[in-house]
Every structure is written in C-alpha cells, then in structure tokens.
C-alpha cells in the first residue's frame, strides 16, 4: 500500500512559478514510477509529467515541456513538480499517481489505467 498526499497548490498569476510536493508513505517507494496527471474542469484527467524509479528518464506532455520539471527525492518518499511560466490553461486539479514496476527497467506508462495509487489532488489556479 502506498499513501500519496499532493501539497503546494494555489493561486498564481500567469508567467508565476509553483512547485508541488507529494508525499508518500510506504517502505518501498523506489519501487514506483511516479506520475502526475492534471484535470481541468470539464474535460478528461491527463498526463503531465512521469519519472522512473531511480529518477533517470522523464517524460513530459508537449503541452508543458520546457516550463515544468518533475523530480523525486527516494530517501524522503517524496516527488516534486516545477511549474514555472504558468498560463491560465494549466489550471487544474493535479494529481500524484504511483505505478509499481516490477524490473529495474526505466518503465515509463502515460496511462492513468497503470497507476496502482492515488492522491486526494490539490487545485492549481492560474490567472490571466
């Protein structure tokens, strides 16, 4: 079982930076990808940003590539997310989501299907 709490979001004006913290309890969190997805009112909930089990390989959707950064520290059970040159459109509920890999492969899965665990979200709202 692994517990996931998101920590960090606001309010921010367009072009401001926030940076996202989710926690996790559980012995094995370097078992884990991890992932965060984001959901804005009225649409699907998606991808943001994913990174492996060491930290070695990321993966961004295009849509925040260059302007976020995802990050984990295994010693503290902890993953971040960078946001900086925020726009209105990254508004969202952002999610921290866990995908236990079962190999050392650097497994990266943009699915939400894949993840086993959930956080309760924090709201991120941008303004113009």
């Known amino acids: 079982q692994v517990h996931l709490v998101e920590s960090g979001g606001g309010l921010v004006q367009a072009g401001g930076s926030l940076r996202l913290s989710c926690a996790a309890s559980g012995r094995t969190f370097s078992s884990y990808a991890m992932g965060w997805f984001r959901q804005a009112p009225g649409k699907e909930r998606d991808v943001v940003a994913v990174?492996?089990?060491?930290?070695?390989?990321?993966y961004y959707a295009d849509s925040v590539k260059g302007r976020f950064t995802i990050s984990r520290d295994n010693a503290k059970n902890a993953v971040y997310l960078q946001m900086n040159s925020l726009k209105p459109e990254d508004t969202a509920v952002y999610y921290c989501a866990a995908d236990y890999i079962d190999s050392t492969a650097q497994t990266i899965h943009v699915s939400e299907s894949k993840y086993d665990y959930w956080g309760q979200g924090t709201q991120v709202t941008v303004s113009s």
């Open positions: 990174i492996t089990r060491s930290g070695g390989t990321t």
